[in-house]
């Protein structure tokens, strides 16, 4: 969005009732589309999937897909995309789980070291994009092939041969951060909770949810963090700055190339945030970890409200957008309906997504 269109819109949007600015919300779609799914499969489902057990089931996976979302939908803000995220999780994970299985290493240093490794790719990656000039699509879709052969041959040379490796959580056992990305939290609460009856519990005594899955606390917290940051920082204005256009955004004196390897570092980051907490969990890592989630993760941002031309868009929109996701993948076992509807239901989402953002596009810029 050119930066004259964006100080008109400020100044519209100052005099605007209150519907009006409500309606050019990004993340309206997404919180409109949680709103439709949910009495949808009230209807349709059993009623087992709205206990609180049933929204756990939806939300762990909504939380692993939102993270990467919501920082896919930071760096759509900045103009860019990153295709390489999916499989960014299983390199990261292959890293991790050589550190702490070969190598040894307690998680206090090897998450960190993970990270360092997630983040010198993504910082490659922007700096190929800011100098070359190439799209980031073609330039990520590249590194997708690298990460995931580099994820292939790296497991295959640190297992003698198997594409799969074992043994993450008997390394990690007893260490003190393990809690911090696997199990759940608050279980004290939960069980306080099931003694007075307000929770269900098994037969036994111990309460039918143990407490929250962590990845749900850490989707909540980046998602926290990111509104912040976009919504309250300098540094957010720049990011929509730099997507929105920007050589205006330049001669302001926005560091356009530094905000957008920023970005990609970030979005790096996210995908080995999404790597340690997965391989934890799972006690392995394979190098099909992160499968299509870079197309996921794309979708969740546009469906949460971000425009694919850049400068426009929500973390909370990409949250939302996520929820949805989670929703529709668990909630149709609760249904009688061919669980390969999720396909059609997926593509009919970003259909309308991308509609439905066209339009508030038009609408915020008064193009016709």
């Given amino acids: 969005m050119p930066a004259d269109a964006a100080m008109a819109m400020d100044e519209r949007i100052k005099t605007e009732p209150f519907f009006a ?12 589309g949680v709103i439709l799914v949910t009495i949808f499969f009230m209807i349709t489902a059993d009623s087992s999937m709205f206990t609180l057990s049933g929204i756990m089931n939806f939300l762990t996976p909504a939380a692993q897909l939102g ?51 997630a983040a ?34 790296g497991l295959k040379l640190f297992t003698g041969g198997s594409t799969q490796l074992r043994g993450v959580r008997e390394a990690v056992e007893g260490d003190i951060l393990a809690p911090v990305f696997s199990g759940d939290a608050f279980g004290f609460v939960f069980r306080w ?25 850490w989707f909540v917290l980046v998602a926290a963090v990111a509104t912040y940051v976009l919504l309250r920082t300098a540094r957010g204005n720049w990011i929509f700055a730099a997507g929105g256009d920007r050589n205006a955004a330049s001669n302001s004196g926005v560091p356009v190339d530094k905000v ?4 990609f570092m970030a979005t790096a980051c ?12 799972s006690g392995s890592t394979d190098a099909r970890r992160g499968f299509m989630k870079e197309f996921e993760a794309i979708i969740t941002a546009v469906i949460g409200g971000c ?14 957008g996520a929820i949805i996701f989670g929703m529709v993948t668990i909630g149709l076992t609760y249904t009688n309906f061919d669980q390969d509807w999720f396909q059609v239901f997926l593509g009919g989402m970003l259909l309308i997504a991308v509609l439905f953002n066209n339009a508030i596009r038009k609408r915020v810029t008064g193009e016709r």
């Fill in 21 to 32: 600015r409500l309606m050019k919300r990004p993340e309206l779609g997404a919180i409109g």
């Fill in 67 to 117: 993270i990467l979302g919501i920082a896919a939908a930071m760096l759509m803000i900045g103009g860019e995309f990153d295709l390489s995220i999916g499989s960014m999780v299983a390199f990261a994970g292959m890293i991790f789980g050589v550190l702490t299985v070969n190598l040894g290493l307690p998680l206090i240093l090897s998450i960190p070291l993970t990270m360092v490794f």
């Fill in 120 to 153: 010198g790719v993504g910082a490659v990656n922007g700096m190929i994009v800011i100098r070359s000039g190439l799209p980031s699509f073609i330039v990520t879709l590249a590194g997708l092939f690298i990460l995931r052969g580099a994820s292939l041959v």
């Fill in 193 to 217: 909770l099931s003694e007075i009856g307000l929770i269900e519990k098994f037969r036994s005594g111990a309460p039918k949810v143990p407490g929250i899955p962590v990845e749900i606390l």
């Fill in 260 to 263: 957008k390897i920023a970005l």
């Fill in 270 to 281: 996210a995908a080995a945030l999404v790597a340690v907490i997965t391989v934890i969990d």
């Fill in 307 to 320: 425009l694919l031309t850049g400068g426009y868009g929500s973390a909370i929109g990409a949250f939302f």
